[in-house]
């Protein structure tokens, strides 16, 4: 079950709201929150809810550990017991078919028999609940919070429906206290409405629509891609990852609000960066926070000297690359984005710095764009032969025609995904209301009241519209449900 599927939005969501608005006392709503999470989770993952259950149980004893132990040796040790848990778990079911299959290369160069490579089944969101777990042991130990009393509010955190299988990742310091006490209101579940529509009108209208030419650009033969197509291609991918991602945290977003939760922005539109650094300030912001609170400033941080800090920047990147998935070709990805964060530290950051703000974001644009190439390529050779047709290196016999993947449909995706990857409608908003503070009083209340309402009928059009698109049958994937 994703929330772009007809049974989420006029079935399972309803039910869900009007059930958990009825219930008396924060427990019992709770207790129900945990129930429809972890029957969403079943839904498309039955086969793993007992043992993530357990996993969940395990972590709720050692964070009673972690927390009785008032001796610090204690308490790394039990830390330490919780984190090889927690990524022993990840390890098995993401990473153990890639070192196998790692492995097996140098034993073929030495004449060696080749191991099997395990094909384990990957449980849906197992990296975003692994460092939800891992979170809820380091808050624990750093004393940002305690542990806690029940069982079902550490399974709560865990399994919320609305982050479990594509985040944004929580904290348990941020999430704890709104398990024991938030508050509810009218324009906290509109504005959580608005968030929710906003989102699923990212991923049905632009990113749906760019997500077709760009699985198929992406799967053609070295011999039938063109340069134009290439860079269409590549475009698409660029639209379609950001408007698929940022919709569904979106989409989470407002959901949490509908619920009483606030949860941490994950984009803040990452296509106006205007450095790498600064990309990765606006981008997946609770993934690279993670990285930053619990890996990076741990190994020193900015504290160490210029040649330490490089290697760190690399390291935590290598790791960003790997969480992403079993594959080699994301590892590149995260070192590819290392390397340029080290190199915004020499020299060439100062030289940056200087340049023209448009030129800075050219410069911003075209690395992410060339890193979603390594990130979207299956293999290394698939990523070179699309490097070589991007610049007109390729050999290319008998070229698609750019035609046939640049239709009216997707051009108008592309254009709105560009527009819209501009906070225009923050700005048009800011503009409207700093107009309506100049109009005399009497006219005040009516400019606002319509500028509400021209807000809600514009979001009772995005709905319908995505809602119509979602009943045709439109293709419909969702990228970060791999990881």
Same mark, same amino acid.
């Given at each position: 079950?994703?929330?772009?599927?007809?049974?989420?939005?006029?079935?399972?969501?309803?039910?869900?709201?009007?059930?958990?608005?009825?219930?008396?006392?924060?427990?019992?709503?709770?207790?129900?929150?945990?129930?429809?999470?972890?029957?969403?989770?079943?839904?498309?993952?039955?086969?793993?809810?007992?043992?993530?259950?357990?996993?969940?149980?395990?972590?709720?004893?050692?964070?009673?550990?972690?927390?009785?132990?008032?001796?610090?040796?204690?308490?790394?040790?039990?830390? +330490?017991?919780? @984190?090889?848990?927690? &990524? *022993?778990?990840? $390890?098995?079911?993401?990473?153990?078919?890639?070192? =196998? %299959?790692?492995?097996?290369?140098?034993?073929?160069?030495?004449?060696?028999?080749?191991?099997?490579?395990?094909?384990?089944?990957?449980?849906?969101?197992?990296?975003?609940?692994?460092?939800?777990?891992?979170?809820?042991?380091?808050?624990?130990?750093?004393?940002?919070?305690?542990?806690?009393?029940?069982?079902?509010?550490?399974?709560?955190?865990?399994?919320?429906?609305?982050?479990?299988?594509?985040?944004?990742?929580?904290?348990?310091?941020?999430?704890?206290?709104?398990?024991?006490?938030?508050?509810?209101?009218?324009?906290?579940? +509109?504005?959580? @409405?608005?968030?929710? &529509? *906003?989102?699923? $009108?990212?991923?049905?209208?632009?990113?749906?629509? =760019? %997500?077709?030419?760009?699985?198929?650009?992406?799967?053609?033969?070295?011999?039938?891609?063109?340069?134009?197509?290439?860079?269409?291609?590549?475009?698409?991918?660029?639209?379609?990852?950001?408007?698929?991602?940022?919709?569904?945290?979106?989409?989470?977003?407002?959901?949490?609000?509908?619920?009483?939760?606030?949860?941490?922005?994950?984009?803040?539109?990452?296509?106006?960066?205007?450095?790498?650094?600064?990309?990765?300030?606006?981008?997946?912001?609770?993934?690279?926070?993670?990285?930053?609170?619990?890996?990076?400033?741990?190994?020193?941080?900015?504290?160490?000297?210029?040649?330490?800090?490089?290697?760190?920047?690399?390291?935590?990147?290598?790791?960003?690359?790997?969480?992403?998935?079993?594959?080699?070709?994301?590892?590149?990805?995260?070192?590819?984005?290392?390397?340029?964060?080290?190199?915004?530290?020499?020299?060439?950051?100062?030289?940056?710095?200087?340049?023209?703000?448009?030129?800075?974001?050219?410069?911003?644009?075209?690395?992410?764009?060339?890193?979603?190439?390594?990130?979207?390529?299956?293999?290394?050779?698939?990523?070179?032969?699309?490097?070589?047709?991007?610049?007109?290196?390729?050999?290319?016999?008998?070229?698609?025609?750019?035609?046939?993947?640049?239709?009216?449909?997707?051009?108008?995706?592309?254009?709105?995904?560009?527009?819209?990857?501009?906070?225009?409608?923050?700005?048009?908003?800011?503009?409207?209301?700093?107009?309506?503070?100049?109009?005399?009083?009497?006219?005040?209340?009516?400019?606002?009241?319509?500028?509400?309402?021209?807000?809600?009928?514009?979001?009772?059009?995005?709905?319908?519209?995505?809602?119509?698109?979602?009943?045709?049958?439109?293709?419909?994937?969702?990228?970060?449900?791999?990881?």
């Amino acid at each position: 079950m994703v929330f772009s599927s007809p049974l989420f939005l006029f079935l399972f969501l309803p039910v869900v709201l009007t059930v958990y608005f009825l219930l008396p006392g924060l427990r019992a709503r709770n207790s129900w929150l945990l129930l429809v999470s972890l029957i969403f989770y079943a839904w498309g993952e039955i086969g793993f809810i007992l043992l993530l259950l357990v996993s969940t149980l395990v972590n709720f004893e050692l964070g009673k550990w972690v927390e009785r132990s008032e001796a610090i040796a204690e308490r790394k040790k039990a830390v +330490a017991v919780a @984190v090889a848990v927690n &990524v *022993g778990f990840l $390890a098995f079911f993401k990473y153990a078919g890639l070192v =196998v %299959a790692s492995l097996n290369l140098p034993l073929k160069w030495f004449g060696l028999a080749a191991l099997p490579v395990p094909h384990i089944a990957l449980p849906i969101g197992i990296s975003f609940f692994t460092f939800h777990a891992l979170s809820y042991i380091i808050d624990i130990y750093r004393r940002k919070w305690r542990a806690a009393r029940d069982p079902r509010d550490v399974a709560l955190y865990i399994f919320f429906f609305p982050q479990l299988v594509a985040g944004p990742i929580l904290r348990w310091n941020a999430i704890a206290p709104q398990l024991e006490q938030r508050h509810y209101n009218r324009a906290n579940f +509109a504005e959580g @409405v608005r968030r929710f &529509v *906003g989102g699923f $009108a990212k991923k049905m209208i632009i990113a749906n629509a =760019v %997500a077709v030419p760009a699985d198929q650009i992406f799967s053609l033969p070295a011999s039938e891609l063109s340069t134009p197509v290439a860079w269409l291609g590549v475009a698409c991918y660029t639209i379609q990852i950001y408007f698929d991602f940022s919709g569904y945290s979106d989409m989470a977003v407002g959901l949490g609000k509908m619920f009483g939760f606030q949860f941490l922005e994950n984009f803040n539109f990452p296509y106006t960066a205007q450095s790498i650094k600064d990309f990765w300030r606006r981008w997946h912001i609770s993934l690279s926070s993670w990285f930053r609170d619990y890996v990076y400033i741990p190994l020193g941080g900015n504290r160490v000297s210029a040649a330490r800090n490089h290697v760190n920047l690399v390291a935590v990147f290598f790791l960003c690359g790997l969480w992403h998935g079993a594959n080699w070709t994301f590892v590149a990805w995260g070192l590819f984005h290392g390397i340029f964060l080290v190199l915004e530290k020499t020299p060439w950051g100062f030289v940056l710095e200087k340049l023209p703000r448009p030129l800075r974001h050219l410069y911003a644009v075209f690395v992410v764009m060339m890193g979603w190439v390594l990130f979207r390529a299956d293999t290394f050779s698939g990523a070179a032969n699309f490097f070589a047709a991007l610049f007109g290196a390729g050999h290319v016999i008998q070229a698609q025609p750019l035609h046939r993947y640049a239709g009216n449909e997707v051009i108008w995706a592309l254009c709105l995904g560009t527009a819209f990857s501009l906070p225009l409608w923050a700005a048009a908003k800011s503009a409207g209301e700093k107009i309506g503070e100049r109009l005399p009083v009497a006219g005040r209340d009516f400019y606002f009241g319509l500028g509400q309402a021209v807000e809600i009928v514009l979001v009772v059009a995005l709905l319908l519209i995505s809602s119509a698109w979602l009943a045709g049958g439109t293709y419909n994937p969702f990228i970060y449900f791999r990881f």
